[in-house]
């Protein structure tokens, strides 16, 4: 008999078996001969998780004396290691094993194979499925599927008829249910607390019988179709993939989606009697174990695409597309994601999410650059977070020290909230420095200006004390809005950050979009094809070919600016001709609305340039006389120096801001501007941390534009520093560098008493 044909004689005789009146226990017993009838199986044993321990609750060719006597731990004995570790065991020699524990009630001495599959409930190992044979042999695959195909149909069956103590299956896994700890890369610094929340909740399976073969067959070619339009467009979108292996991963990506073994098996599983969404899950159990048998890191990462494509697939069949956006957060809650745009979170309620955790991420990728503007924790580059953490357990979130504490014990909850409180308490004195002006010791005073996007961070620019909105970033308004924002609607906005900043200067970049801040409605032929998006087609490049959307920007910044003075930046300036064409858009909206309009005009436009593309520095002598002020953006500035994509994990803390050839960049840019009537200031994440704006101050830079929360720091450092004595310092160790400069900065900084941290 097929593997097919065994598990669908042992579906259909347990489903008719669980719709009679018989008792629990004769369920159990009914059920290892049905198993051991159509496997042809000497020994067919179920065991099952009561009060913490794996019971042997029914069996087929062990001793019957056995039942309900013989008991093991977790982790315990061959049928134990099958459940601690989720994994099947195909033995031709069990005892040869090193686990094999003898146990000499059930008669099984005589019994040389083994082959036995867990049984799983809710990502739970609640018992074990076991079959044994006299003479040793390797179960064949089909004989391992069927066993498989039947634990799956068995976990429901037995849950619903209460056979099992759930609570001891939650005890009996202590990597889900107790205490544990997360390490990873602090993205953006602080400290949180709150429920886990999955951005993509996974699919809970309730109904594992299909009652109609041929029409999940159906729901499941749908379901295909679906995923594979959406794995072309984003294909197309180049929104897959990372740096130069861009290619390869999108190719295997692929391979997987078009697949005709992976939708063969799929469909062998829905011929056994399984629903869709269980022979979706089937199937990836399958590949699972047998990736797990393979030590190969490239395997592994093949693995993780197939794994988000069943999940996928699993979304559509199931009809469970949203995120935990959509349903919306309950309460306070720490967001769990592999990686997340900025879009999508800027999707969740401010109020009640309270920190990020993610499977990848970089410092300078845009989602963390919202989350620090949002003033959201988040923790990147933690592997292994669904294995470890539940949705709905309680997690403490420590960006300052990259960790997550998971299911914390009261002690370690007592001693977060005691840093909590430390951490209001310096909050507090920053907020003190709200009405100071950050002057050096010297008497230089140093602009602290402020980077926002969002309208809540018009509230915020009052409350830090800062001088003024240094950068403001449009995009957000096109990344929140589901089609481009209307001219009208874009007025008002701005208008209301204007009046918001009072006296205050803003500096408005115009639109942002492309790389990983696209927007549906702005898709492009030219961008479609780009390997690489953060170097495609995007932010100044696309504005300038998309004529319609650059002038109604600025039309609608040039009329909400009425009666004051409009400071404006253009992001991603390669060449100077790109500065001039991008004026020349705005200068010709200011001429019509003279013409033709009768309304209050700007008092005067302040037109300026970001210094992200390392080209421009070398012709900053053609470009700076035409310019009013020019600002370093130190993020995209340090993926184009280092060739190293921003949202690349691999890549998310491997060179370093402090590094000479930044360093020497930077100076560069010092020394270039000098001479001309400009205003030269930085509005990169640089900017906003002690060490490396020590080391920017000391470079000559007077005007920084940070994040919220990196005012009352800087401005506390500021007060600290010499600049006569910092700019010698500096211009040493630019000069001939030390092994590492990072620590020889701090050092220097802590012999002078000055507070980094």
């Not at 669904?386 to 300052?400: I, K, Y």
Request: charged share 25%.
């Amino acid at each position: 008999m097929s593997g097919t044909a065994a598990a669908r004689q042992i579906l259909t005789g347990l489903h008719e078996l669980m719709a009679t009146r018989q008792s629990a226990q004769e369920k159990l017993d009914r059920t290892v001969e049905i198993v051991g009838e159509a496997l042809d199986s000497e020994v067919c044993s179920i065991y099952l998780l009561r009060s913490g321990m794996l019971e042997l609750s029914a069996t087929r060719g062990l001793n019957q004396s056995a039942v309900h006597v013989t008991r093991m731990a977790v982790g315990e004995g061959l049928t134990g290691t099958l459940v601690s570790n989720r994994a099947t065991l195909n033995l031709a020699q069990a005892k040869a094993h090193p686990d094999f524990q003898y146990r000499p009630e059930t008669g099984e001495e005589k019994f040389s194979s083994f082959a036995g599959v867990p049984i799983v409930y809710r990502e739970r190992a609640v018992g074990a499925l076991n079959v044994q044979h006299v003479e040793p042999r390797r179960y064949e695959d089909v004989e391992i599927e069927a066993l498989q195909t039947t634990a799956m149909v068995l976990s429901e069956l037995i849950v619903n008829a209460e056979l099992i103590d759930e609570r001891s299956a939650d005890e009996a896994a202590p990597e889900r249910s107790g205490p544990a700890q997360l390490s990873g890369l602090a993205l953006v610094k602080g400290l949180a607390s709150g429920t886990a929340v999955y951005h993509q909740p996974r699919i809970t399976i309730d109904k594992v019988v299909a009652e109609d073969t041929e029409f999940e067959r159906q729901r499941v070619y749908r379901a295909f179709e679906r995923m594979r339009e959406q794995i072309d467009q984003m294909a197309q979108q180049a929104e897959f993939g990372s740096g130069g292996e861009h290619d390869e991963v999108l190719a295997a990506y692929k391979a997987f989606a078009y697949d005709e073994g992976w939708s063969r098996r799929i469909n062998e599983a829905i011929d056994a009697g399984l629903t869709a969404e269980a022979a979706i899950e089937r199937v990836q159990q399958r590949t699972r174990m047998r990736m797990r048998e393979i030590d190969d890191p490239l395997l592994a990462d093949r693995m993780h695409d197939l794994e988000d494509l069943s999940n996928r697939l699993l979304r559509i069949v199931s009809g469970q597309m949203g995120t935990a956006a959509t349903s919306g957060l309950k309460g306070d809650a720490i967001l769990i994601a592999r990686n997340l745009g900025p879009a999508e979170l800027l999707e969740y309620d401010r109020r009640r999410l309270k920190g990020v955790i993610l499977e990848e991420g970089s410092l300078t990728a845009h989602v963390v650059i919202v989350a620090r503007a949002m003033g959201i924790p988040v923790l990147g580059r933690v592997r292994g977070l669904r294995g470890v953490v539940g949705e709905g357990d309680d997690l403490l979130l420590d960006a300052d020290g990259g960790v997550a504490h998971v299911r914390p014990q009261p002690s370690v909850v007592e001693a977060f909230e005691a840093r909590f409180a430390k951490s209001k308490e310096r909050r507090a004195a920053y907020a003190e420095l709200r009405d100071v002006e950050p002057f050096t010791r010297c008497g230089t005073r140093i602009q602290v200006m402020m980077n926002a996007g969002l309208r809540d961070d018009l509230t915020t620019l009052q409350l830090v004390g800062a001088d003024g909105i240094g950068l403001f970033r449009t995009e957000f308004q096109f990344l929140v809005s589901a089609t481009l924002p209307q001219r009208e609607k874009q007025t008002r906005f701005y208008k209301d950050v204007l009046e918001a900043a009072g006296d205050k200067p803003v500096v408005f970049r115009t639109v942002d979009i492309g790389g990983d801040k696209a927007v549906p409605y702005l898709s492009n032929e030219s961008s479609l094809e780009d390997e690489n998006p953060a170097m495609g087609w995007r932010a100044l490049r696309l504005a300038l070919e998309r004529e319609g959307l650059f002038k109604a920007q600025a039309r609608a910044l040039i009329e909400a600016s009425g009666g004051k003075t409009l400071r404006v930046m253009f992001p991603m300036v390669s060449e100077p001709w790109e500065f001039d064409a991008a004026r020349k858009v705005f200068e010709q909206q200011l001429d019509f609305l003279r013409q033709h309009k009768r309304i209050m005009l700007p008092e005067a436009i302040e037109y300026g340039a970001m210094i992200e593309v390392p080209s421009l520095v070398e012709v900053l002598d053609q470009l700076l006389p035409k310019v009013s002020f020019v600002s370093v953006g130190t993020n995209d500035l340090t993926q184009f120096l280092f060739a190293a994509d921003r949202a690349n994990p691999k890549l998310a803390a491997r060179y370093d801001w402090l590094s000479p050839s930044i360093l020497r960049f930077l100076k560069r840019i010092v020394d270039a501007s000098r001479g001309h009537d400009v205003t030269l200031g930085l509005c990169g994440e640089m900017g906003g941390r002690r060490l490396e704006a020590l080391a920017l101050l000391g470079l000559g830079y007077r005007r920084l534009s940070i994040t919220p929360v990196s005012v009352g720091p800087i401005k506390e450092l500021i007060r600290q520093i010499d600049l006569a004595e910092v700019g010698a310092f500096m211009n040493g160790l630019v000069a001939q560098p030390p092994a590492d400069t990072r620590a020889a900065i701090a050092a220097w900084a802590e012999e002078r008493g000055i507070d980094v941290e």
